[in-house]
C-alpha cells in the first residue's frame, strides 16, 4: 500500500527544513503517526489553514521509505471557536498534548480518538473541565488501568457512604483507618464524581453540578494515578 488515508486530529506540529512542517496525527484507523506537510509554513500554501492543532481532517497520505507525505487535506473541523479565547485555547492544546505524551506511534486506540474528536469540538465552543475530566478517564480505562472506586483495597468492604477515605494511585480507594501508607484524603464528593465519570456516558453526567474544588482534586487524583501506572510525568492544565 503505497498510499492511504486517515480521519485524524493534528496534535503536534514542528518546523522542519526552510518551509515544511511534521504533523503528529492522531487518527482513527492507525492511532498516532507523523507526517511531512512540505511547503506548510510558506504564505499561503494549501495546506497552512488546515497545520494548526486541533484540526481534524480527512488526510491522504504517500508512504515513503523515510517519513510519510501528506498529499490532500480535506478539513472537517478546524477549532475557531477556540481562538482568542486563552482558557479554551490553553485546553484544547492540553488534550493534544497529553494524547501525545501517552499513547506510542502506529498503535490504534479507536475509542480514545472518538472522545478526542469529541473533547476537542466541545472544549473548542465551550469551556468544560467535565470534558477534561472524562477524556482523561477514558484513556486510562483504553489502557487498562481503571482504579477500584467502591471498594476498599485492604478490607474489601464496600465504602459507605460518609467513611473516611483515602486515594492510592496503585489501586484507588481504602478506608482511611485500613491506609497504612499515608495516602491522600479524598472527599465523598470527589469520589462520587470520579465513579460518574468512569461509569456513566458522557451525555448523561455533562451539566452535572459540581464545584471547582471538587473538579480540580479530581484531576490531580486521575493524573497522579496515570503517571504512577506508566511511569512518567505528564503534561498539567490549570483546571
Ligand atoms: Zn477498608
Redesign the pocket.
Known amino acids: 500500500m503505497r498510499n492511504y488515508k486517515v480521519e485524524a486530529i493534528v496534535i503536534r506540529k514542528r518546523n522542519f527544513a526552510e518551509k515544511d512542517r511534521i504533523l503528529t496525527l492522531f487518527s482513527r484507523e492507525k492511532g498516532k503517526i507523523e507526517a511531512l506537510a512540505k511547503g506548510s509554513r510558506r504564505p499561503g500554501s494549501r495546506f497552512a489553514p488546515y497545520s494548526d492543532l486541533g484540526t481534524l481532517a480527512k488526510f491522504y497520505i504517500s508512504r515513503t521509505n523515510s517519513i510519510d507525505i501528506i498529499k490532500e487535506i480535506s478539513a472537517i473541523f478546524i477549532p475557531e471557536g477556540a481562538r482568542g479565547n486563552f482558557a479554551r485555547t490553553q485546553k484544547v492544546s492540553y488534550l493534544l498534548k497529553f494524547t501525545d505524551n501517552v499513547f506510542e506511534i502506529d498503535e490504534p486506540h479507536p475509542k480514545t480518538y472518538f472522545v478526542l474528536k469529541s473533547a476537542v469540538q466541545l472544549v473548542s465552543e465551550r469551556e468544560l473541565q467535565l470534558t477534561i475530566l472524562s477524556f482523561l478517564a477514558n484513556c486510562i480505562d483504553e489502557l487498562g488501568l481503571k482504579p477500584e472506586l467502591f471498594i476498599?483495597q485492604?478490607?474489601s468492604?464496600k465504602i459507605l457512604s460518609g467513611e473516611k477515605i483515602v486515594f492510592s494511585s496503585k489501586v484507588g480507594v481504602?478506608?482511611r483507618?485500613?491506609d497504612n501508607e499515608e495516602n491522600a484524603q479524598i472527599h465523598e464528593n470527589e469520589a462520587k464524581l470520579l465513579r460518574l465519570i468512569f461509569n456513566c456516558p458522557y451525555e448523561k453526567i455533562v451539566g452535572a453540578k459540581v464545584k471547582h474544588e471538587t473538579f480540580k482534586q479530581s484531576y490531580r487524583l486521575l493524573l497522579k494515578f496515570i503517571e504512577w501506572h506508566l511511569g512518567k510525568i505528564l503534561p498539567e492544565v490549570a483546571m
Do not use: F, P
Request: aromatic share 0%; hydrophobic share 10%; net charge positive.
Open positions: 476498599c485492604k478490607c468492604k481504602l478506608h483507618s485500613c
